[in-house]
């Protein structure tokens, strides 16, 4: 199992770990800083021992990290870590905000089904089952969303279970909310937000989130 310091400190931009394993250009570590794509959230970027990472992936407990084949790390290698900083920042602050808007939606409109979700560095989405134009509840979710984020409010984010390696985040607005990503210490980080609708077919309606 890699331990996943990205949920223990995810301000952490730089730390040391153990190579455990190497299958050509893939490539275990005892431990890491380096979230893999996982409920949406885009892997972060960055480098180990130097070398790239070209992609990040969760496999059950485990995370698996693809580097250009030429790497030349062993089993047993110690490597430093290092993440793109401004990136992990951007999705964190994305992520809590699509979340937010995620749950004063479902509060809001407790039949609602959320069908994706994709959070990026430019902007998050969240797509639902809704039989109509979203348009009209958008000016009010987002008041209500920069009114929490304008609170300043501490972000609880703790494990459920830990064996099983279940997360939460909580805030004074919402009881626990399960979620395994990255998660800001304050609601004040994500900043302005802006909500947007776009139509991706027949009785589906996207909303894509935005922050200065």
């Known amino acids: 199992m890699t331990v996943k310091e990205f949920w223990m400190d995810p ?58 084949p030429e790497h030349s790390l062993k089993i047993g290698d110690k490597v430093t870590v290092k993440i793109n900083w401004e990136r992990r920042h951007r999705l964190m602050r994305l992520h809590f905000a699509a979340e937010l808007v995620l749950e004063l939606i479902c509060q809001k409109f407790p039949d609602t089904e959320k069908v994706g979700a994709h959070i990026a560095q430019d902007k998050a989405r969240i797509d639902f089952q809704w039989p109509e134009n979203i348009s009209k509840i958008l000016p009010d979710i987002q008041a209500a969303a920069q009114k929490i984020i304008d609170s300043s409010q501490p972000i609880i984010s703790d494990f459920s279970d830990q064996e099983s390696e279940r997360r939460f985040w909580k805030i004074e607005e919402f009881s626990q909310v399960p979620c395994g990503g990255t998660h800001l210490a304050n609601t004040k980080e994500i900043g302005k937000i802006k909500l947007k609708r776009v139509n991706p077919g027949k009785g589906k309606e996207r909303v894509e989130i935005f922050v200065d």
Not at 31 to 54: K, M, N, P, W, Y
């Open 11 to 68: 301000y952490k931009t730089e730390s040391v770990a153990h190579v455990t394993s190497v299958d050509g250009a893939d490539i275990q570590l005892d431990r890491t800083i380096f979230f893999a794509f996982s409920g949406g959230q885009e892997s972060d970027s960055g480098t180990i021992a130097g070398f790239e990472v070209l992609k990040a992936e969760k496999r059950n407990k485990d995370i698996v990290y693809t580097l250009k």
